[in-house]
């Protein structure tokens, strides 16, 4: 029998790092709960170091390739394989966070490996078409090549799912997608939101607000027209990317677009708006929450993570309201219906609502579900207890708890 003071050896892996979004907040929980991990991942180029904890980083033979820090994306041919050549085998504990290839790393039977599943590779799986349409891959040899890699990377995303242990989903809406890729059941672990920077304010002024990376799936461009078309509407549209120009071009002058913001310029007009619109079918959608936690409403497209974040109309106490269709004439729709009914909608609710997704309660959750899933042997090292501590639930007979940090 192993010794109960045996240190458990932890290992983390994460697809890449280059910036920082909803999976890096994520990545950073989990190395709190496990401070002394290791940290892999397939490219490492993030600047700000504050989701690692100011770790060193692991990294696969991709780092070293030609032009891999501004077109990483583009190897991704080599990311199963170059997944499966960093060596873990000298630990006990390994904790994926997943939306590409980090679920693919090689474990052995007498190592537990749990996945944190943001998504199957989302566009090998059933966005491959809308991908398509949206890289202008629809037709001519470019196309079937870019099926045929995304038939191969569907085929590996499958199979190595059987060499995990515990999957966890970060919403029902993935663990439904995780049952139909993978014909794996698993659990449902909220995504943390940092709820310590998202103070709630009650006064509202009259303008609505949209914040995100603009990408084709954000469809920014779809509440930027909406807003358009009524100019009695004020819209602040917080975010960068690709979709800028498309974005500027159907931009009325009732719309202003502020570009990349610093954090507190975000969170003042999260507080300040009136509501936060949200158009796109997201996994999860830490900024739907994070606009609650601010004591704002949100009008939402009804599909995906969003679902599970917003109390919607006609609930007793709602904190939003959806739509059901990508289209101006819906997103607008839902636009009067919240304000026909904006007496219903209080920031307390909003706030108390987003307080679900707290770091804290994420944080008990994951250690909670690892410690129950350890071999007897693995004991509480990872956190040291500290007064002020909160432990999660006791785990089963024959196994040790440990407690996880609460600020």
């Not at 490492?44 to 170091?49: I, K, N, P, V």
């Not at 199979?159 to 049952?179: Q, T, W």
């Not at 219903?344 to 579900?369: H, I, M, V, Y």
Request: charged share 25%; net charge positive; hydrophobic share 40%.
């Amino acid at each position: 029998m192993l010794s109960t003071e045996v240190e458990v050896k932890v290992a983390i892996v994460h697809d890449w790092l280059v910036v920082s979004g909803g999976a890096e907040k994520v990545l950073q929980n989990i190395i709190e709960c496990f401070p002394k991990a290791d940290i892999f991942a397939i490219v490492d180029f993030m600047e700000d170091r504050d989701c690692v904890k100011g770790k060193s980083v692991e990294t696969s033979f991709i780092q070293r390739l030609p032009f891999a820090r501004k077109r990483y994306r583009g190897y991704l041919p080599l990311m199963p394989l170059a997944i499966e050549q960093l060596d873990l085998s000298g630990y006990d504990l390994v904790i994926s966070s997943s939306h590409a290839v980090a679920k693919g790393v090689l474990t052995g039977p007498n190592q537990v490996h749990v996945s944190y599943v943001h998504s199957p590779i989302r566009y090998a799986w059933d966005l491959q078409h809308q991908y398509l349409r949206e890289s202008h891959l629809t037709r001519g040899m470019k196309s079937m090549m870019a099926r045929v890699l995304l038939h191969y990377i569907r085929g590996w995303d499958s199979r190595s799912a059987n060499g995990v242990d515990y999957l966890i989903a970060n919403s029902r809406f993935i663990a439904h997608r995780i049952r139909k890729a993978y014909r794996r059941e698993a659990t449902v672990i909220y995504p943390p939101v940092d709820l310590k920077n998202m103070t709630m304010s009650a006064e509202k002024e009259d303008f609505y607000v949209t914040a995100s990376r603009m990408v084709p799936y954000k469809r920014i461009d779809l509440i930027v027209q909406a807003f358009s078309q009524t100019p009695e509407r004020r819209l602040v549209v917080i975010g960068d990317g690709p979709e800028m120009k498309k974005v500027k071009a159907v931009a009325g002058a009732n719309v202003t677009i502020l570009g990349h913001q610093p954090i507190d310029v975000l969170v003042d007009h999260l507080r300040r708006a009136r509501a936060f619109v949200f158009a796109a079918e997201e996994d999860f959608g830490i900024s739907v929450v994070e606009a609650q936690a601010c004591g704002t409403p949100v009008i939402a497209f009804g599909r995906g993570g969003a679902l599970e974040s917003i109390v919607g109309l006609p609930a007793e106490r709602p904190t939003g309201v959806f739509f059901h269709e990508q289209t101006t004439e819906s997103l607008l729709s839902a636009v009067v219906r919240f304000e026909r009914n904006a007496c219903l909608f209080d920031p307390g609710e909003c706030r108390r609502n987003a307080e679900r997704f707290s770091s804290e309660n994420f944080q008990a959750a994951l250690t909670g579900f690892i410690e129950a899933r350890l071999p007897y042997s693995f004991v509480d090292q990872f956190v040291p207890s500290r007064p002020g501590d909160r432990s999660v639930e006791p785990a089963p007979a024959g196994k040790r708890r440990f407690s996880t940090v609460v600020s």
